[in-house]
């Protein structure tokens, strides 16, 4: 719901702008990187740096800010009282014992999933995934079956959003691939990776839907390619990630 201009807290905005311009590739931002990072005057990235730091949120070492361990008190009440998070997190564990993986939960957030509960038997990528975790919805075997819920249309303007870059050699960039990719993805119901996202990693997604078949979010496991190619993904886990994905639908209003 769009609100009217008086109704909008500029400083707010400006302050979350910034906030989300923090990630794993830049946890370290300078007041300079910020204000063209955000498009804000680096008078108002300044001020809105220091008011984080000021309340705990950042540290500065006098040249650059980076965010504490309290910034995730923001995100900690979604999660908590979530009870999506909630309902997952005991499926995802079982997944993974039954298969001795990486199990985990995401939700689509723009151009972007982020993780919202994982079962880690393994690390099966060079960053440490949690919850909270992001990773670009494109290149995601989650965020393809994440993608693969929305219209075309709705696609098109996510891919026309992204960074489209490959991160290996087999990462697929092309839009027009991409949309095939998830047309077959939503024929299919489930997702396969090849080692897009990392050199040396699989993974296998499905999504989580309510009674009404609606998409509410998606769950996959990850696994080394030397230990489970990407053409033996689907007859080894996906059963497990099916039978899941219908207890889940069970407990979903």
Known sequence: ???????????????????????????????????????????????????????????YDGKFF??????????????????L??????????????????????????????YIARAAQRRVMSITLMPGSRLPAYSASMGRVLLAALS???????????????????????PQELMGEIARVRAEGHAIIDQELELGLCSIAVP????RGHVLAAINIGAPAAHAPAAEMAERYLPHLLAAQAALRDLLP
């Open 208 to 211: 989580v839907m309510d009674r």
């Open 85 to 114: 998070p909630v309902l997952i997190q005991p499926h995802l564990d079982r997944l993974s014992e039954q298969v001795g993986q990486s199990a985990s939960a995401s939700v689509l957030d723009g151009t972007e999933i982020v």
């Open 152 to 174: 075309d249309a709705e696609v098109r303007a996510v891919l026309v959003a992204s960074t489209l870059k490959a991160n290996t050699p087999f990462t697929k960039t092309d």
């Open 66 to 83: 980076s965010l504490t361990a309290k910034i995730l008190r923001l995100g900690h009440g979604w999660l908590s009282a979530a009870p």
């Open 1 to 59: 719901m769009a609100i009217s201009d008086k109704d909008m807290m500029g400083g707010f905005a400006k302050g979350i702008s910034v906030l989300e311009a923090f990630s794993a590739e830049r946890p370290r931002l300078s007041i300079a990187e910020a204000s063209a990072l955000t498009g804000l005057d680096r008078a108002t990235a300044r001020r809105c740096l220091l008011t984080l730091s000021e309340l705990g949120y950042a540290d």
